[in-house]
């Protein structure tokens, strides 16, 4: 049981460049959702999903995009990066009222 | 407005003392969860207790426990009997919904 996995670990990007950042967890949960963190800013939600086909917006959606086709799957896409997007980033899945986190990926954008 | 605050972005506390870490909360929404985490210098977020609006007894967890006080929209953490471990950063969330809000943190250093 390899709970919430998330790749890369660790990102470099030129602005203007695309990427996606993968999210998968095993543990056939329903709700995922993405978030950023930024120094002193605690955890803002990004995009979350309650099921495969269903997603909606969070806090900070601009720029960033997703898609929900399995249950495991929750990708997160940035369409054109801008150096505000140089965040950790951190995918969690939930069952009732846990969530449980990735490892978070760091992302820098020069 | 601010749905979750945290007012102390530092703490000291010595080896096991007793340390409270507080965090207040605004919803209008009658069923709703808080939670509290606590992110190491590694970096991953880490799950230690949680507390239903309808609980009616505090939330425990080992050396955690939760203080909420409904009526003041409260809930503190306690960490009683402080290790060097817990030095970290901890957040408080609150779930509306299905979305998960979180306050901006409090360092906590443990002094030997």
């Known amino acids: 049981n390899a709970g919430v996995t998330q790749t890369p670990k660790f990102q470099v990007l030129k602005t203007g460049q695309s990427m996606t950042l993968q999210c998968a967890q095993d543990m056939n949960h329903e709700y995922m959702s993405w978030y950023r963190q930024d120094p002193g800013m605690g955890l803002r939600l990004i995009h979350y999903s309650v099921g495969a086909g269903i997603t909606d917006q969070g806090e900070v959606p601009n720029g960033y995009n997703v898609s929900r086709s399995t249950t495991e799957d929750f990708p997160l896409r940035l369409l054109s990066a801008a150096p505000s997007q140089t965040s950790v980033y951190f995918c969690?899945?939930?069952?009732?009222?846990?969530?449980?986190f990735g490892p978070g990926t760091r992302l820098t954008v020069l | 407005a601010q749905k979750i605050t945290q007012t102390q972005p530092g703490m000291f506390v010595q080896e096991k003392e007793a340390v409270t870490l507080d965090c207040t909360y605004d919803?209008?929404?009658?069923?709703?969860?808080l939670f509290w985490y606590k992110q190491p210098s590694s970096g991953e977020m880490i799950f230690l207790i949680y507390?239903?609006?309808?609980?009616?007894q505090n939330a425990t967890e080992g050396r955690y426990s939760l203080n909420f006080q409904k009526a003041r929209k409260s809930a503190n953490l306690v960490i009683s009997a402080s290790q060097l471990g817990d030095s970290a950063m901890y957040f408080c969330a609150m779930r509306e919904g299905q979305r998960l809000i979180f306050g901006q943190g409090t360092e906590l250093s443990v002094k030997p």
């Open positions: 919803t209008s929404d009658p069923s709703y969860g």
């Open positions: 507390q239903g609006s309808y609980d009616q």
């Open positions: 969690a899945s939930s069952y009732y009222d846990e969530q449980f």
